[in-house]
């Protein structure tokens, strides 16, 4: 059935709602999510008053059970919970119901020896890893070998499309290739032969985009493929553009939702870019570098069109980046692989040093300039015009110097200790920056891609103190992977637990970074900068007054950073006037009025986002006005820099 036909079916399928009771397969792997998990669903069996019933229904959405067992794509299991008609797309395929989960029961492995290959290869890679667990080279190996990045850092996937290397871990056609090499390896005597090896090679890329999934991507590079084994097996030569011509046109006509697939275009893009670029250089040694070089330029040259209106941005060190991370990665994924699947360890360790090596440009491409469509033009034309021999050197120097002055991140360090209280929206994000380089970061906000672009514009590569003021969303969620963020010296953490908090130590212990819960008196000297802890000061009933309280100082001034305590905190705490003041709790009308009032600073700054909880309080900013205070908000100014000393 082509994709339009299913999508219309799905849409005007009925669904009975409320409470069911359904037998089926999973159509994908579970994906984690806040209720859980989620995963796509296609039933075949409905428990009704007399008992089962055959029941074919269309493809429906799980969400939650994720007290069950561990279930892969092409499972067989029974599902009970709430089920409620709603027809939309899951992961680009439409869906005509979500369901709300009580339990998934397993009941078999998959009736498709496909499927069954597929998932013993899978659980086979999971079990050479988990050696490895918690790695962010490990989870990129995963998505080398079958494109799967769950294990990945958010930072770190986010690090590779800055950096124009996310396509290596959207399995392509080196990945077919190499898969293919094993596989007519491990056939031996069955693959003798150029008719053996080719039908042997048609079977291994269907079961290939099975274990992978068949993302867009991988179909489009399998189905290359299979043009090309299908020409050997008749005799007939087929080149790479007739390849990719006849799987495009193939595919789209079996499936035309992939015209608008991002993934699908920029596959064929970077594709045809390969195929166009190779030669370019033709001639010139070391030929391996140059054809490289040729072919990563024209991939990108061939995909910024689509970046550009569908993202917004292009990566400007992406083809040296490129040519950098290519050969790792090649490496990686053939000595991984073999030592993943082997079972040998030591093999396993060296290509995720490949690995770890690929981060590490990224990570460093991440921080380079994004270009806009102005700047992809001016970068183009300035291209044009290095053609020209006699303008080489000056066209050279004014894309160095552009280059440096758009990496810089806001000047450098600063030239005396500043407090940069960070726009995160709806939440608190602190960072104290020192002219010798130190970084003490309190609290993340709420959202981790934010405070990642944060830190980027600010140039944090490395924190020196890392302040975890409570267990709440808007100060510790952001700091979901922070590891992969910014290299962390040491943390302190507030006294009360919760489940994000409890995530994000568990990552900072796993990275070996020392964690502790200060008591008041203690002091920590970061660069120029003085931090002590003032509170809490006892136990409290209430989590925001058992927020770590800081008396920071630095230059001569003093910074109170007041987390979120109430009154009863304020109270024991006392009167404390500093210069500067984060006032606590985002502005809320917890504060005691009259401790505000004798603990006005000359400058109070609110951390504070749309929200519909009244924040900032019209009353609290009126008696900090009222008491001498400039009150500045970062819903309305944007990060706030306030600079410490003359």
């Not at 989620?38 to 007399?50: D, K, N, S, V, Y």
């Not at 290939?208 to 005799?235: D, H, K, N, Q, W």
């Not at 960070?422 to 602190?430: K, N, R």
């Amino acid at each position: 059935m082509l994709a339009a036909d299913r999508r219309q079916a799905t849409a005007s399928a009925v669904v009975p709602e409320g409470r069911v009771e359904l037998a089926g397969r999973l159509a994908g792997d579970p994906v984690p999510a806040d209720r859980g998990r989620t995963f796509a669903f296609e039933p075949t069996h409905l428990r009704g008053p007399g008992g089962w019933s055959e029941w074919s229904g269309p493809r429906l959405v799980v969400a939650g059970g994720n007290t069950g067992p561990e279930v892969a794509a092409g499972d067989r299991v029974r599902v009970v919970g709430s089920l409620g008609a709603r027809s939309g797309t899951y992961r680009g395929d439409p869906v005509a119901g979500w369901m709300w989960a009580v339990t998934v029961d397993l009941i078999g492995p998959p009736s498709d020896p496909l499927f069954t290959a597929a998932n013993l290869a899978r659980r086979r890679i999971a079990a050479g890893l988990e050696s490895f667990a918690g790695r962010p080279a490990a989870g990129l190996l995963a998505g080398f070998l079958i494109g799967d990045v769950r294990g990945l850092p958010d930072a770190d996937r986010e690090a590779l499309q800055r950096s124009g290397l996310s396509h290596f871990v959207a399995v392509s056609g080196s990945n077919v290739a190499l898969f293919l090499a094993g596989w007519w390896l491990v056939a031996g005597p069955l693959g003798w032969g150029p008719r053996r090896r080719a039908v042997l090679g048609l079977a291994g890329v269907v079961l290939f985009c099975v274990i992978t999934r068949g993302e867009p991507s991988v179909v489009r590079a399998s189905t290359m493929a299979g043009v090309a084994l299908v020409g050997r097996l008749a005799g007939v030569p087929v080149s790479g553009w007739v390849a990719l011509g006849t799987a495009t046109c193939g595919l789209l006509l079996v499936s035309a939702d992939l015209a608008v697939d991002l993934g699908f275009q920029l596959s064929v893009a970077a594709t045809a870019g390969v195929l166009a670029g190779a030669g370019v250089f033709g001639g010139r040694r070391p030929r391996w570098l140059w054809t490289a070089l040729g072919a990563t330029l024209a991939a990108q040259a061939a995909v910024a069109p689509l970046l550009l209106v569908r993202i917004g941005t292009l990566p400007l060190a992406a083809p040296v980046a490129n040519v950098l991370a290519a050969p790792l990665v090649g490496f990686a994924t053939a000595v991984g692989g073999i030592g993943v699947l082997a079972g040998l360890d030591a093999v396993t360790a060296s290509g995720l040093a490949a690995a770890d090596l690929v981060l590490q440009v990224a990570r460093v491409g991440a921080d380079l300039p994004q270009l806009g469509p102005a700047g992809t033009m001016m970068v183009a034309g300035m291209g044009v015009l290095a053609w020209r021999r006699r303008l080489r050197p000056f066209v050279a120097i004014a894309g160095a110097a552009a280059l440096g002055w758009t990496a810089m991140p806001h000047g450098g360090p600063p030239p005396v200790p500043e407090v940069v209280v960070l726009d995160v929206s709806q939440g608190d994000a602190v960072l104290l920056r020192d002219p010798g380089g130190a970084m003490v970061l309190i609290d993340g906000g709420p959202d981790p891609a934010v405070l990642r672009a944060a830190l980027r514009r600010w140039g944090v590569h490395r924190i020196d103190l890392l302040v975890i003021t409570d267990e709440h969303a808007d100060h510790v969620a952001g700091l979901v992977g922070i590891t992969g963020m910014a290299d962390v010296g040491k943390v302190w953490r507030g006294p009360r637990s919760g489940e994000l908090l409890d995530r994000v130590v568990a990552e900072l212990w796993s990275a070996g970074v020392p964690v502790a819960v200060p008591e008041p008196g203690w002091r920590a000297a970061v660069g120029g900068f003085s931090v002590g802890v003032i509170g809490p000061v006892r136990r409290y009933a209430s989590p925001n007054d058992e927020s770590i309280v800081l008396w920071v100082e630095a230059a001569g001034r003093t910074v109170l950073l007041a987390g979120d305590v109430e009154a009863f905190a304020q109270a024991d705490l006392g009167p404390r006037a500093a210069d500067v003041m984060k006032v606590p709790h985002q502005g809320a009308a917890t504060s005691d009025l009259e401790w505000l009032a004798a603990s006005a600073p000359r400058v109070a700054v609110i951390s504070v986002g749309p929200n519909d909880h009244g924040h900032p309080s019209p009353e609290v900013v009126a008696v900090l006005e009222a008491a001498g205070a400039r009150v500045v908000r970062t819903d309305h100014h944007g990060d706030v820099v306030i600079r410490l000393g003359s």
